[in-house]
Nanobody
Framework: QVPVVESGGGLVQFGGSLRLSCAASGISLAPYHIGWFRQAPGKEREGVSCINNIDDSTYYADSVKGRFAISRDDTKNIVYLQMNNLKPDDTALYFC???????????????????WGKGTQVTVSS
């Protein structure tokens, strides 16, 4: 198992910002395609963003495009999800996931991910 751990969630007001981190210990995240997913109560899990392991291209769901930014810092072995202009609809449990699959042009879907963290809760108040 790849021990990926999410952090950075919390309670924030409408329009606020949070930065989520996906960290791993013992292994380097650099070779991995990393995806961020979220699941709100009563809803299906959805992909939010990803950064690939080919050329670090990034992709976003339409619902977060222009507000969220994913990046990796290989020196710290962390993948970040900067979330700005947060809305109540962004409230969910956020997960990071990793896979060695190499896919260009889009994100690896959740069923293609091999390793998952336990999630970090993001709550946006109106």
């Amino acid at each position: 198992q790849v021990p990926v751990v999410e952090s950075g969630g919390g309670l924030v007001q409408f329009g606020g910002s949070l930065r989520l981190s996906c960290a791993a210990s013992g292994i380097s995240l650099a070779p991995y395609h990393i995806g961020w997913f979220r699941q709100a109560p009563g809803k299906e899990r959805e992909g939010v963003s990803c950064i690939n392991n080919i050329d670090d291209s990034t992709y976003y769901a339409d619902s977060v495009k222009g507000r969220f930014a994913i990046s990796r810092d290989d020196t710290k072995n962390i993948v970040y999800l900067q979330m700005n202009n947060l809305k109540p609809d962004d409230t969910a449990l956020y997960f990071c996931a990793a896979t060695l699959l190499r896919l260009s042009g889009t994100c690896v879907p959740d069923y293609g991910m091999d390793y998952w963290g336990k999630g970090t809760q993001v709550t946006v108040s109106s």
